[in-house]
Structures are given as structure tokens and as C-alpha cells.
């Protein structure tokens, strides 16, 4: 279901109808909680990061990977050589007790986003993340600890995901992320060598295997200058594909950046005027992030300067700009109007309300998928309480953006 416009059809922007204002708006966010919108998932998904080389005979053994997609702040990431066990469904030795397995775990954390095509490499602390490779993983169980991972020379595998409980990540996995294999195939894992695809992973694109397990071969590392740019999908295709690799005994690991969604900047600006809010400040609407299909959780649009602790929603429309009366203020978006979820603004103290939705947010919306198309024009604008406006409503500015592949 969407709506053509935010208030009910015999609403005329033409008149003044201030005693149904209340009534209007309770409408509008009783639609949207019922059901009306999809939220998108914050969580990553499969492929998100991916691993692109590794060596077996070094001190520590280390590995590279790469972000083909925005992974937020605070985002915690696992890493296991243990294989998973498709028999007992769960990494090998993992248990209640034994929170390392028969072989090692290790935990990346997000102090900052890392942007799409962002290479990381392994047990390296920078500003935006931090490795932990010595921390006891469980309080209960001090001889467990997270520990660089020791990859055997005559068959492995590196498994990242995410997982629920940080004091036994392998028996609390939530989203299972890649897995790089050097022994040409996937099997049961009943020995350090062994492991198979683990769930939420797919052979061939999330899940990829070479032969690469024999004497000399230590080294094998993606080489980047494959594609000169490329969504998620075109970075993972290109990664299973053993000729875009370089194997060996020895070799420098990628590292730097790639190029993921191609460089799309798309076209973002502002326009329209705001309504003063109750308590005199001027809510405003902005965009982090380059609006692309190919990374759809990387561009964000915020409404800001809001009245704190709020319920409020981003409308957007795809047939151009607006400036008509609106509440008191100006409706910013010209028919027909859509509604993303109903959000709280929360904040503290005068002004400091704010709410946020992506680009994937959009996608999501019933009819997103079929509007929010690469070189479609978007216009939005944040509509939100407050209480003591003459109309008890309060608006932004309005925002465009060109959606980009």
C-alpha cells in the first residue's frame, strides 16, 4: 500500500483545516506502524566483507579483506580457522566450554565505518579498527583466548561472520560472512584441514575454495586490478574466478583500497524552506554517502535540528520539487508521496531530535523497488511532532538526490 498523498483524499492543500491536524498526523504514523512501510535490516549480509588473500607460513599467519559495503561503527567480526561441521552444525569444537574450538578465533571491531572498498589487513590497528588477538574470549573460562590465527600449510580455511554472544561467538553466530578455503573443495570438517560451507554462505560466491595446499603453495592473494570497478555482486564474481588470483609460495598480500559502486557520486542538493519549530530552531534535512543501488546502506538521509523525543518519518516523492502550503510550512516534495517508517527523534534538550534512513530503507518501501531506480530523481523531506506549533507539526527543507547503479 502507499499513499498519494499524506493526509486523506479529501484533504485540500488549498484550505485550512487546523482542527483535523491532529487527527491527520495520528493517521499518517498509524499507517506506517501498522504495516504499510518495510524496514530494512541494519545487520551485514554474506559478502559484505570478503577475503582476499592469505599466507600460511609466516609469523602470524596473515590475511586481507575487503569491504564491499559500508560496515557501521561498532560492527564486531569474528574470524575462525576452525571448519564448520555441517553434521553438528557448528565450528569445529566449539561448545559451551571450549570457546576456541580445536583450532583459533579472533574479533575485528568498527571503532568507525569503513567505506565500501576499504582493504583490512589482518591483526593491523588503525584509527577506524582494532584487532583482538590475546583477550580472554569468557571470563568462566580463562584459558580460552582470542589468538592470531595459525593457518596449516597442508589445508585450511578462514570463516568470518558476526555472532550474538561475544563471550562464545562460534555457538552464537548470526550472520556468517565468507569463508576462503585452500583445499579445492568443501567437505565435513573431522580434521584441522576440513570444513564446509557454513549457512548463509554460497559456493561459488561467499564461499570459495582453491588447491592451494601443496609444498610451496603459501601464498595466494585476489588481484585487485581485475576490475577497474564494480557493484558487490561483479567484486564477488571476479573473486571465485582462480585466474584473477596469484598463487605461490610467497607474495605481497592486496592492500589500499578497490573500487566499489564505481565511483557514483550522484547528484545530492537542498532546497525549499524549513518551518521554525516551537522552540525557534530550524530543522534542516542532509545526505551522508553516495546514493548507488550497488551500496544502498552507504547513503543516508537525516533530518536534523527536530524537536527531541518526537515521532516523526521521512515522505519522499519521484515526480520532482514542491513548494505548496503545508501545515503552516511548505510541502517540499510534489505528489505522489511516500512514507518510510515512523521513527523516534530522540535527543536531549531543545532541538537536538534527529532521524535517519538509507538508501536500502527506500528499496525497502512496497513500491521503492520499482521508483527508486538507477538515474531516478528522489526528493524527501522529514515531517515530525511538535506539540506547540500552531498546526503541531514541523517540517524540513526538502533534499534530492540522483539515485546512481
Not at 502507499?2 to 487527527?23: A, I, N, T, W
Not at 560466491?205 to 603453495?217: E, L, M
Not at 607474495?251 to 532546497?271: D, E, F
Request: hydrophobic letters at 40%; charged letters at 10%; one cysteine or more.
Amino acid at each position: 500500500m502507499h499513499l498519494v498523498s499524506p493526509y486523506p483524499p479529501d484533504f485540500s492543500l488549498q484550505k485550512e483545516v487546523k482542527p483535523r491536524v491532529m487527527s491527520t498526523l495520528k493517521k499518517l504514523l498509524s499507517f506506517a506502524a501498522a504495516g504499510t512501510l518495510v524496514a530494512a535490516a541494519s545487520a551485514q549480509t554474506a559478502g559484505d566483507l570478503a577475503m582476499i588473500g592469505w599466507t600460511d607460513n609466516t609469523t602470524p599467519d596473515q590475511f586481507v579483506l575487503a569491504a564491499l559495503n559500508t560496515i557501521p561503527a561498532g560492527t564486531v567480526v569474528y574470524f575462525t580457522d576452525n571448519g564448520w561441521d555441517d553434521v553438528l552444525n557448528v565450528y569445529r569444537g566449539a561448545s559451551g566450554t571450549n570457546q576456541e574450538g580445536n583450532e583459533d578465533i579472533c574479533k575485528l571491531t568498527f571503532v568507525n565505518a569503513a567505506a565500501a572498498g576499504q582493504l583490512i589487513t589482518a591483526y593491523v590497528d588503525t584509527a577506524d579498527w582494532t584487532w583482538d588477538t590475546t583477550s580472554v574470549i569468557n571470563a568462566g573460562f580463562p584459558a580460552n583466548l582470542f589468538r592470531p590465527l595459525a593457518l596449516a600449510q597442508a589445508g585450511d580455511q578462514v570463516y568470518a561472520f558476526t555472532a550474538s554472544d561475544p563471550t562464545n561467538p562460534m555457538i552464537s553466530v548470526t550472520q556468517n560472512l565468507f569463508v576462503l578455503d585452500d583445499t579445492g573443495a568443501f567437505e565435513t570438517a573431522t580434521n584441522s584441514n576440513q570444513g564446509n560451507v557454513a549457512p548463509g554462505l554460497t559456493a561459488g560466491v561467499t564461499a570459495i575454495t582453491f588447491t592451494q595446499n601443496g609444498t610451496g603453495q603459501n601464498f595466494m592473494g585476489f588481484n585487485t586490478s581485475t576490475l577497474a570497478c564494480g557493484d558487490k555482486a561483479q567484486w564477488l564474481a571476479a573473486m571465485a574466478v582462480d585466474l584473477n588470483w596469484t598463487f605461490g609460495a610467497s607474495g605481497v598480500l592486496p592492500s589500499g583500497t578497490i573500487q566499489v559502486g564505481c565511483g557514483c557520486t550522484g547528484s545530492v542538493s537542498t532546497y525549499c524552506v524549513s518551518l521554525i519549530s516551537s522552540s525557534g530552531c530550524t530543522p534542516s534535512i542532509s545526505s551522508t554517502g553516495a546514493p548507488s543501488l550497488a551500496n544502498p546502506t552507504g547513503f543516508s538521509v537525516t533530518g536534523s535540528n527536530l524537536e527531541d523525543n518526537k515521532n516523526g518519518i521521512i515522505f519522499f516523492g519521484t515526480t520532482g520539487q514542491n513548494s505548496a502550503p503545508f501545515f503552516g510550512g511548505t510541502l517540499c516534495v510534489a505528489p505522489t508521496l511516500y512514507r518510510l517508517p515512523v521513527q523516534g527523534s530522540g535527543g536531549v534538550g531543545t532541538c537536538t531530535g534527529s532521524i535517519s534512513n538509507t538508501l536500502a530503507d527506500y528499496l525497502a518501501h512496497p513500491s521503492g523497488g520499482s521508483l527508486v531506480i538507477a538515474n531516478q530523481v528522489v526528493n524527501s523531506q522529514v515531517w515530525f511532532r511538535d506539540p506547540f506549533a500552531a498546526q503541531t507539526v514541523g517540517l524540513t527543507n526538502g533534499h534530492e538526490f540522483t539515485v546512481c547503479p
